[in-house]
């Protein structure tokens, strides 16, 4: 089954970056797309970052345009979030999302805090 594992998180200080992974199983990783996505109590999942199947269409948040960097390694079934200038606002727990044959399948989260 499909299967997606978020890792990466942490406690850093404003201004400083982390690099979130998801490693997907269960289904063929170059076929999909790939996203992002974040979530604070009480909020909605918020849309973050979306990568194509190819690696080469790739969207982003306001939010994120300019600080996040959405890439893959299909050889390791692997989605990356680079973020950079973290601020307080960015944390939250973030998912990793994928659609398979019309099903939407999200990982348990990694948390971020940032926090001085």
């Known amino acids: 089954q499909v299967q997606l594992v978020e890792s990466g998180g942490g406690l850093v200080q404003p201004g400083e970056s982390l690099r979130l992974s998801c490693k997907a199983s269960g289904y063929t990783f170059a076929d999909y797309g790939m996203s992002w996505y974040r979530q604070v109590p009480g909020k909605e999942r918020e849309f973050i970052a979306r990568i194509s199947p190819t690696g080469l269409g790739k969207d982003y948040s306001d939010s994120a345009k300019g600080r996040f960097t959405v890439s893959r390694d299909d050889a390791r079934s692997t989605v990356h979030l680079q973020m950079n200038s973290l601020d307080v606002k960015d944390t939250a727990t973030y998912y990793c999302?994928?659609?398979?044959?019309?099903?939407?399948?999200w990982g348990r989260g990694t948390q971020v805090t940032v926090s001085s």
């Open positions: 999302n994928v659609r398979v044959m019309r099903n939407d399948y």
